[in-house]
């Protein structure tokens, strides 16, 4: 391998091998000349020739003094040439030339004696053009300059990437002397510092010459060990005129202040997404516990490895509650979520489950006082005040609970419970931001979370009094097996005013009874009430059905905007039929061994309420066996289907020998009334038996 051959470098030890040469001594062009004791020729460098302008054939065997200088100054070279020969001193200095083309240069020499083997003596000159060393000089001390004066911290490495030099800006950045970053690298330098991702990036300049640009990190240096900081680091690789790679020169700029801004700006608009998907996801629903697994939701896993929502029973019943200091707080755990369901989960009460929290628990500070309550990092005997019991702070200790927040639900004034917050592995503290996000989100959800509490109570209490209204019929009346279902709304509506009845009359007859009063929630339900009371007093006359809904239908117009539907039948098992009347309702269904399943024919007629309209009377025959089947709309009424195609549904799965009444009743409410129904269903099925013994 030759001279210019690839480099063997090692740092700073010793070359192994040959090596690439600098390139400086190229960029200076230094012209080696040497000459004898009488001031001749002997030696002429090619570099002599480009500063002096002559080529060695006419230099060599010359008086040097009389080609190369001015006449003016031969005595004067002549003189210092004699020192240097007779003293050995070296002389320096810069020195007018004269080339060859008549322009005049100034020249840096190094002239110096030499001695050969046979002891004799010459004179070897090293000659640079001065304005060359000037503009080298030049570069160096502004490159000096710059590099020490710079805000920004810069360091070379070499290809082993150890520091060769460091500016006192990197100095001042990474809290260490420079002399204490040389022959290191940046790892044994700066231990808490990934600098995995640095030195990786540094290969990849060194290997492909490709810079790295504005590389992000952050880190910890001995300058602040506590604080994390942020930079901008570049790489670049260095190499001299002849392209040998020297090393790595590295730019850093501390960017902490642009970072914690950005990262301040990221937590505005991550609170703010939260909140506007708080906005968009809590309180779809009036049900209260399933606004309170929203907010659960919701708070999972943005804000928390774990949230809890827990209302005071004592809301949860309607009534309002204030904590003495002594006093416990009774809560009713209503949705928990976890992004763990082996961590916090078991310590966690279960929704629907009500606990007493001891005057001590933090959460009952925080219902008591309506202020938050923070706890940034948990310590075992914190954890006693916030678990229910000494089990359940076991279980949090185990899964890891390193922060705590407690924020209280707050709605017109009244605290209704609180939201709960724990972090395991998150490894964030809760912190400032965190409160403020929490507590927006609880006040955002604790007037929904009221809403749906007033609302369940309100829709409970007329729940209450339909369910009262409603008969408690016999199985058998007459001669007729009867069952029947109630079910209410879907939890996104009010109860309705649906409503059955079943009235014996004399003779064995007895008398069904299906309607529906427009509306919702107490008023319908009243209505439903009155109505059905009118019913019974005017069944018990012993008036036509058509007859009997003239009168309800003079009653309803007497009531405040009240319109209801209605089918009254008369069962009559000695006559083997049934007299049947509609008032704008859907039609009864027959159901008879042998054939399929029939809707009657019957007048639709309008519905009670409207005033002024007859009421018409059809007489179906009913055999022993045959089952009528009676029914309000939100049995078969959706969103998404057309009428026809549901009372077709109706039809085919009535069509099913074999089940009892009770099955079938089970069976159209499982398979018909959809979970987001917005009505209630009432349904009757009466099955024809065989006529009693006069």
């Known amino acids: 391998m030759s001279a210019a051959g690839s480099p063997q470098t090692g740092g700073d030890g010793p070359a192994r091998g040959a090596v690439r040469p600098s390139g400086l001594l190229d960029v200076l062009r230094v012209a080696s000349v040497v000459l004898d004791t009488e001031g001749r020729v002997v030696l002429w460098s090619p570099q002599a020739e480009e500063v002096f302008g002559y080529s060695a054939r006419e230099a060599l065997g010359q008086y040097a003094a009389r080609f190369m200088v001015h006449e003016e100054h031969l005595d004067l070279v002549a003189r210092l040439f004699a020192d240097v020969m007779r003293t050995g001193v070296s002389w320096a200095g810069a020195f007018p030339i004269r080339r060859k083309d008549g322009d005049t240069r100034l020249v840096e020499f190094r002239n110096m004696r030499l001695l050969d083997t046979r002891g004799d003596v010459y004179a070897l000159g090293l000659a640079v053009d001065q304005s060359t060393v000037r503009r080298l000089e030049q570069d160096v001390a502004l490159s000096t300059r710059i590099v020490a004066q710079s805000p920004i911290g810069l360091a070379v490495l070499d290809i082993g990437l150890r520091y060769v030099s460091v500016n006192p800006a990197l100095e001042q950045i990474n809290g260490i002397p420079a002399e204490q970053h040389l022959g290191r690298t940046m790892r044994e330098v700066l231990p808490q510092l990934e600098a995995d991702t640095i030195e990786t990036a540094a290969h990849h300049v060194l290997d492909t010459g490709r810079p790295v640009i504005d590389r992000f ?354 069962h009559d098992p000695r006559e083997r039929s049934c007299v049947i009347a509609n008032a704008g309702h859907l039609p009864p269904a027959r159901v008879r061994a042998g054939h399929p399943p029939v809707l009657l024919d019957l007048p639709t007629g309008v519905p009670l309420g409207v005033g002024g309209v007859a009421f018409s009377t059809t007489t179906v025959e009913v055999e022993p066996g045959d089952r009528l089947v009676f029914y309000t709309d939100g049995l078969v009424e959706t969103r998404r289907h057309p009428l026809d195609e549901r009372l077709d549904r109706l039809l085919t799965l009535l069509d099913r020998p074999g089940h009892s009444l009770e099955q079938v009743c089970d069976l159209l409410l499982r398979t018909l009334h959809e979970p987001d129904n917005f009505d209630d269903v009432a349904l009757l099925i009466a099955r024809a038996t065989t006529a009693p013994e006069a």
């Not at 570049?234 to 190499?239: D, F, G, H, N």
């Not at 809760?430 to 955002?444: Q, T, V, Y």
Request: proline content about 6%; hydrophobic content about 45%; charged content about 25%.
């Open 217 to 570: 990190t952050t880190g910890r240096t001995p300058a602040d060990p506590d604080e994390d900081h942020a930079w901008s680091v570049s790489l670049y690789r260095l190499e001299n005129s002849l392209g040998t790679v020297l090393g790595v020169a590295i730019s850093v700029v501390d960017i902490t202040e642009q970072y914690r801004a950005n990262a301040e700006a990221e937590r505005a608009r991550r609170r703010l997404a939260v909140i506007a998907d708080a906005s968009a996801r809590i309180g779809t629903t009036l049900d209260l516990h399933r606004t309170a697994a929203e907010l659960a939701d919701v708070a999972v896993p943005e804000l928390a490895d774990a949230a809890a929502v827990d209302l005071l029973d004592a809301v949860v019943r309607g009534r309002r509650s204030a904590l003495g200091p002594t006093e416990p707080a009774v809560m009713r755990a209503l949705a928990v979520r976890s992004v763990d369901t082996a961590g916090v989960l078991p310590a966690a009460d279960p929704p629907g489950t009500v606990t007493r929290y001891a005057p001590d628990r933090l959460v009952t500070e925080c219902v008591r006082t309506g202020l938050p309550v923070m706890v940034p990092r948990v310590k075992d005997e914190d954890l006693a005040r916030i678990a229910r019991s000494p089990e359940a702070a076991a279980l949090l200790a185990q899964a890891g609970v390193h922060s705590y927040l407690a924020v209280p639900l707050i709605a017109r004034g009244e605290v209704l419970g609180a939201l709960d917050l724990t972090r395991t592995r998150t490894p964030r503290a809760f912190d400032e931001d965190d409160l403020l996000l929490a507590r927006e989100l609880a006040s955002r959800a604790a007037v929904q979370i009221d809403n749906a509490r007033w609302y369940q109570n309100a829709r409970d209490t007329a729940l209450t009094l339909q369910r009262s209204l409603l008969p408690s019929h016999p199985s058998i009346t007459g001669g007729l097996e009867v069952a029947s279902r109630y079910q209410p709304a879907g939890t996104t509506s009010e109860v309705g005013g649906d409503w059955f009845d079943v009235i014996p009359l004399g003779d064995d007859r007895t008398a069904l009874v299906v309607g529906d009063v427009m509306g919702s929630g107490i008023p319908a339900a009243a209505t439903m009430g009155r109505l059905r009371t009118a019913t019974h007093t005017l069944a018990s006359l012993g008036l036509d059905p058509a007859v009997l809904l003239e009168h309800l239908d003079r009653i309803t117009c007497g009531l405040d905007q009240a319109f209801a539907t209605c089918v009254y039948a008369v």
